[in-house]
T-cell receptor, first 110, second 114 residues
């Protein structure tokens, strides 16, 4: 069983739309949670950490549900520049190994 | 502040050969992790080095080995290359004293094995 599961998509949405991605993780002992963004043939870059109380960064909102073991990312008012693959990431302490999902592909259409 | 740098950016090798990939960690970071990302997949953990010692290893065979140097730079060595080793190899550094801090990746080395 994979540590992290994501719907690979693709998600094709028009500019200005709101889109949500979900991710589930298998180990209830998971400690930290992140969303990374990866552009085609580039390295993953940290989009945002995910905190238990939920957190927002501009148009992006991340939520964590420990009871159900899922993480979500909401993107409001989608821009063309949001087109990328979004990777859900969890860590187990103390190993600090990062477990990545396979990524969800988003294309924002003009 | 200098970020994580990797070299080379691209590499083509033949099956059975050996390869060494290099990584310089971000200033102030003493922990280096290596990941393999095959096409269409998320990065998979290979191993982590902390203060020159291996500090965790993923599900990769022994022909994947590494080193960390006193300046915290690191090498990933792969022996007896196989076609399935073709992937993007990512190095990430983090400050080892801050548990669960995010990883900051280098640009990666794209390895093609023919």
């Amino acid at each position: 069983r994979k540590e992290v599961e994501q719907d690979p998509g693709p998600f094709n949405v028009p500019e200005g739309a709101t889109v949500a991605f979900n991710c589930t993780y298998s180990n209830s002992a998971s400690q930290s949670f992140f969303w990374y963004r990866q552009d085609c043939r580039k390295e993953p870059k940290l989009l945002m950490s995910v905190y238990s109380s939920g957190n927002e960064d501009g148009r992006f909102t991340a939520q964590l549900n420990r009871a159900s073991q899922y993480i979500s990312l909401l993107i409001r008012d989608s821009k063309l520049s949001d087109s990328a693959t979004y990777l859900c990431v969890v860590t187990l302490f103390p190993g600090n190994q990062f477990y990545f999902g396979t990524g969800t592909s988003l294309t924002v259409i003009p | 502040e200098t970020g994580v740098t990797q070299s080379p950016t691209h590499l083509i090798k033949t099956r059975g050969q050996q390869v060494t990939l290099r990584c310089s960690s971000q200033s102030g970071h003493n922990t280096v992790s290596w990941y393999q990302q095959a096409l269409g997949q998320g990065p998979q953990f290979i191993f982590q080095y902390y203060r020159e010692e291996e500090n965790g290893r993923g599900n990769f065979p022994p022909r994947f080995s590494g080193l960390q140097f006193p300046n915290y730079s690191s090498e990933l060595n792969v022996n007896a290359l196989e076609l399935d080793d073709s992937a993007l190899y990512l190095c990430a550094s983090s400050p080892g004293t801050v548990p669960n801090s995010p990883l900051h990746f280098g640009n990666g080395t794209r390895l093609t094995v023919t």
